[in-house]
């Protein structure tokens, strides 16, 4: 038999299925956003210096598919967690791909919460966070006032806050970033469609290009208010927290000595630096 004719080639093409509609957007994000190490690590790290113990109480507000909350609990056997979410689809997937998966004896210390994070304050907890920007839903002082009060009443006596929380000139432009994500077939793209400075409103979208063309564009959409470190610092106090710290990233000299400076990921308490084209940093509140 000859050669398959171009023609043949393309109704075998068109036959298959595309990858954008076979994906799974929650494994996307996964692979794509969290990185469950880093954000333990730091976590840790931060609350033993505020605190000079470990943690072993979580809370993971707007928690997602909870991977967060798995990976606490799978680190150290002492350890719980509490992940709440408004999205009860969600949880579920996340219960059947994480919780589930991770065996019985995690399981068991993880307790998914399909509840309002205004509302839900106990048990009371050693750490809670609020991760990927997610607070930023709340889009008036009262509201986020309001969350950050709910976020002390369920900490105890020695607890703390985690958030994160980005900026730089960048984020107030329209704008749309591409990161090949290493070992996957698709390509992450965060999108800043608009951006308010009347009432610092943006509308942001995470979207998939995968290696045969297709999208999935967009998979999530955020609308939010973007924050600033002075007025979440602001309302962290008035809420009754008793100290904020801000952590930036340390940026040492490029190993190749090319005059560049690299991030080290290395995170160090500032009170001013420089503003930089587009930056993340974490905020601690001890109760």
Not at 29 to 42: A, F, N, P, R
Not at 178 to 192: D, L, N, S
Request: aromatic share 10%; with cysteine; net charge negative.
């Amino acid at each position: 038999m000859g050669k398959q004719s171009r023609l043949e080639k393309k109704k075998q093409a068109k036959k298959k299925p595309l990858m954008a509609s076979q994906a799974d957007r929650h494994q996307l994000y996964q692979k794509s956003v969290q990185d469950t190490d880093v954000e333990l690590g730091l976590m840790v790290e931060k609350y033993r210096d505020i605190r000079g113990r470990e943690p072993l109480s979580f809370r993971e507000d707007f928690c997602g598919t909870a991977l967060l909350s798995v990976a606490w609990c799978r680190d150290t056997p002492t350890r719980t967690a509490q992940g709440v979410d408004l999205c009860a689809d969600t949880l579920a997937w996340g219960r059947e791909h994480n919780v589930e998966p991770a065996g019985k004896k995690v399981a068991a210390r993880v307790e998914l919460v399909n509840g309002d994070v205004l509302k839900v304050n106990k048990p009371k907890v050693d750490i809670t966070c609020a991760l990927n920007f997610s607070y930023n839903v709340f889009k008036t002082r009262d509201l986020l006032r309001r969350y950050f009060k709910s976020v002390r009443k369920g900490l105890n006596d020695d607890g703390v806050l985690m958030l994160d929380i980005f900026g730089g000139t960048e984020a107030i432009t329209s704008t749309r970033e591409k990161r090949k994500v290493e070992g996957e077939p698709f390509t992450f793209i965060w999108e800043q469609e608009k951006y308010n400075p009347v009432t610092n409103e943006i509308l942001c979208h995470i979207n998939f290009k995968f290696k045969d063309g297709s999208r999935l564009e967009p998979a999530f959409t955020y609308d939010w208010r973007l924050w600033t470190i002075p007025e979440v610092h602001e309302l962290l106090l008035e809420a009754g927290f008793s100290k904020v710290h801000v952590y930036w990233e340390e940026y040492r000299d490029d190993e190749d000595d090319e005059g560049y400076l690299v991030a080290s990921g290395d995170y160090i308490e500032v009170s001013e630096v420089e503003n930089q084209e587009s930056w993340v940093s974490y905020i601690f509140a001890e109760v």
